[in-house]
């Protein structure tokens, strides 16, 4: 997936529509333009991701035409523009011919949410003036959705535009610049779902984007027509609306709940460099191996991949109070040492999530280290893989050493931090078939030694030790 080039394609389809926005023949252009894109569907490839490149620059020239149109322009003027524009918007919406809808639950939803936000910039744009701003507001937000998922769909951004949309909608003022950092939310919301359902190749959602507009225009007409209410009124109820609905999504969907709070506890803290996350299959099951350097690493891991990973954790960290709630809605695995029998329970535990095609990761030393250096690997992960085709991917966690969670001096958290955001680095590396606990510790030293993380005698060290060992 190239977030750069879907949120692009986003970006000149949102640009087109509130370029026009406030226009009377705007959706029936829109119905025109998405009826004359039909037909050319199958010409253009299944998906619309094939002709992204020029379609992009169709998109922009048409918004800064239908800005120019809807906003410097008489309406009479404006509209023969106003239908080329419409048409560039639906081709950019359309991304195929199927009108069906994603069977499962999390794409359904997130489909919905396209609607929604159509929807909502349907009520909230009303001028020329403010949809102009609006747009600015959401080229940003793009950008910086782009920006902040780096190479992979970052699912804990759309709660996060989700809450700025309607904390501003509440409270902010409704026109003029004042609907840039709602644009700027927008764009947050809109980037990483429209580039989630597509990555999943999802036809037919251009439907309910059409059909949120539709339903904006149908709803802001009632409300002035037969409710009587003003803009203050229709904003405090689509505020209203926005945040009840994205408390209801993070309550049914934790998946998103979790990516949510992931995102926004490592990118406040850490400035994570992720190296190779390809390494980790799209689909089907897999086995992360890491080090284990701080309490923060299982964080850091699964805010590094946009699949969701199953995390064997201390039980006593697991059990903590203010910390089972995220460790349940992670699904993660506790375990216990000392105790074969509940040792026996959890190692299965992680068996029947690989066998159900889900990422699972194990901290092999044991335990976090206290010296800063690589211990020795246990050999449950061994147990785990036990008549099981599934690959393992060595993981390395690099300059972790020294941050707050981690053991230096002493302890855990009472030291001043060194600096903030902390830089960090996670590595993946190449899938490795049936490999023993010896192995993996000496392709996840291998790792530390590429970006530095090993000092220099344990980097000469370790490579013979293993090999002697094996």
């Not at 997936?1 to 705007?26: E, F, K, N, S, V």
């Not at 936000?117 to 910086?144: E, N, Q």
């Not at 203010?322 to 809605?329: D, K, V």
Request: aromatic share 10%; glycine share 14%; proline share 7%.
């Amino acid at each position: 997936m190239d977030w750069r080039r879907q949120g692009m394609q986003l970006l000149g389809t949102t640009l087109a529509a509130l370029g026009a926005a406030g226009h009377p023949w705007l959706f029936p252009a829109v119905f025109a333009g998405a009826a004359a894109w039909w037909p050319l569907g199958p010409r253009a490839g299944r998906n619309i991701s094939e002709s992204q490149s020029l379609l992009g620059a169709v998109l922009a020239v048409g918004a800064g035409v239908g800005i120019l149109a809807a906003g410097l322009l008489p309406r009479s003027t404006g509209m023969p523009l106003l239908a080329v524009l419409s048409l560039a918007g639906a081709a950019g919406v359309a991304g195929g011919r199927s009108w069906r809808l994603p069977r499962e639950r999390p794409l359904r939803l997130a489909a919905f949410g396209l609607g929604y936000f159509w929807f909502l910039i349907t009520l909230l744009t009303t001028d020329p003036g403010g949809a102009v701003w609006l747009a600015a507001g959401m080229a940003l937000g793009c950008l910086a959705a782009g920006r902040l998922s780096g190479e992979k769909v970052e699912l804990g951004l759309p709660p996060l535009g989700a809450i700025v949309m309607g904390v501003l909608t509440l409270w902010g003022p409704a026109a003029g610049a004042a609907m840039l950092p709602l644009g700027f939310g927008g764009g947050l919301f809109l980037v990483p779902l429209a580039a989630y359902l597509q990555q999943r190749q999802c036809g037919g959602i251009w439907f309910l984007n059409v059909a949120g507009a539709l339903a904006g225009l149908g709803t802001l007409w009632a409300a002035r027509e037969f409710l009587g209410w003003g803009p203050g009124q229709i904003r405090l109820a689509a505020g209203l609306l926005t945040l009840a609905g994205t408390v209801y999504i993070l309550t049914i969907l934790p998946d998103f709940l979790i990516r949510f709070t992931l995102w926004m506890l490592t990118h406040t803290i850490y400035r994570i460099r992720i190296v190779a996350p390809h390494h980790v299959p799209a689909r089907g099951p897999a086995l992360l191996v890491s080090n284990h350097i701080s309490l923060a690493d299982g964080l850091l891991v699964g805010a590094c991949l946009q699949r969701f990973v199953r995390f064997l954790v201390f039980r006593p960290y697991y059990e903590a109070r203010g910390l089972r709630w995220l460790f349940r809605l992670m699904k993660a695995i506790p375990i216990e040492a000392g105790n074969p029998k509940l040792v026996a329970q959890s190692l299965e535990g992680a068996r029947e999530e690989l066998r159900n095609g889900h990422v699972v990761c194990i901290f092999a030393e044991g335990s976090v280290s206290r010296t800063g250096n690589l211990l020795k690997f246990r050999r449950g992960f061994e147990r785990i893989l036990e008549g099981l085709d599934v690959p393992v991917i060595p993981v390395h966690l690099d300059r972790l050493w020294g941050s707050v969670f981690s053991f230096k001096d002493g302890r855990f958290f009472w030291k001043w931090p060194q600096r903030i955001p902390y830089p960090v680095t996670v590595s993946f590396g190449r899938p490795m078939p049936a490999a023993t606990a010896q192995q993996v510790r000496l392709a996840v030293q291998e790792l530390g030694g590429r970006c530095g993380g090993l000092p220099a005698h344990a980097a000469r060290l370790a490579a013979p030790a293993v090999h002697r060992a094996g």
